[in-house]
């Protein structure tokens, strides 16, 4: 049984496509892609940045809800290094809740990435720092007069009109400029232990396509 450094290890030798391949041969709906995410730093959408790495949530409540709890100290301060921080914002996504500050303080805390379910700001300033940051959108103004911190690391609705998806505080998270994939931590192994096979067929089917070999072809003798 491998544990969260061994599996961290191993996702980072794959793209968000190989993890998702082996979620959808698993029978995983939607190979664990979150829609709508896209790759705002260090650069848009380009580059070889990828990040792979244990989930901590922060699931953010509205303001003016009395009843969500309220959490102890700053919750930047407390993500774990090497972990990718999912901020859950809840709708609608108009002000942002992750900005150059924050980014400051998880860059020097060691966090591997950001990937906000919601808006970010102070573009720039993350870029400078080169620091990944995933996000729904940007904008300008900060989310404190409309919403805030509640709870760490507990689970959280990814928000999406045409997808169900949960994110899990002992999930994995990858992103690239493909996209962000959600891996499920009891799927993990699994994943694994399929990818690289599923990857080598491709490379056999690349390499026969190359040589002028039909694609049913090559798909019939590789993929099977």
């Known amino acids: 049984m491998l544990d969260k450094r061994a599996i961290v290890t191993q996702l980072k030798n794959w793209t968000t496509c ?54 102890s100290g700053h919750y930047i301060d407390q993500i774990p290094k090497d972990a990718i921080l999912f901020i859950s914002q809840p709708l609608p996504h108009i002000n942002s809740v992750f900005g150059g500050l924050m980014a400051l303080r998880a860059h020097k805390l060691g966090v591997a990435g950001v990937v906000v379910d919601g808006r970010l700001r102070d573009l720039q300033e993350h870029r400078d720092l080169g620091f990944p940051v995933f996000a729904k959108g940007a904008g300008t103004t900060a989310g404190g007069e409309v919403c805030r911190p509640s709870e760490l690391n507990v689970p959280v609705r990814f928000n999406s009109g045409i997808q169900e998806a949960w994110i899990m505080p002992d999930d994995y998270m990858i992103a690239d400029l493909n996209g962000v994939v959600c891996l499920p931590g009891e799927l993990a192994e699994a994943v694994l232990d399929v990818v690289p096979r599923m990857n080598e067929a491709d490379r056999k089917c690349a390499e026969g396509i190359a040589q002028g070999r039909t694609v049913e072809e090559v798909f019939r003798e590789f993929r099977g």
Do not use: W
Request: glycine share 10%; with cysteine; net charge positive.
């Open 18 to 71: 190989d993890i998702a391949d082996g979620l959808s041969r698993l029978k995983h709906r939607h190979g664990g892609f979150l829609e709508c995410l896209t790759m705002y730093s260090p650069h848009f959408q380009s580059g070889p940045t990828k990040i792979a790495g244990p989930v901590f949530t922060v699931k953010f409540a509205p303001k003016n809800d009395a009843v969500a709890p309220k959490i």
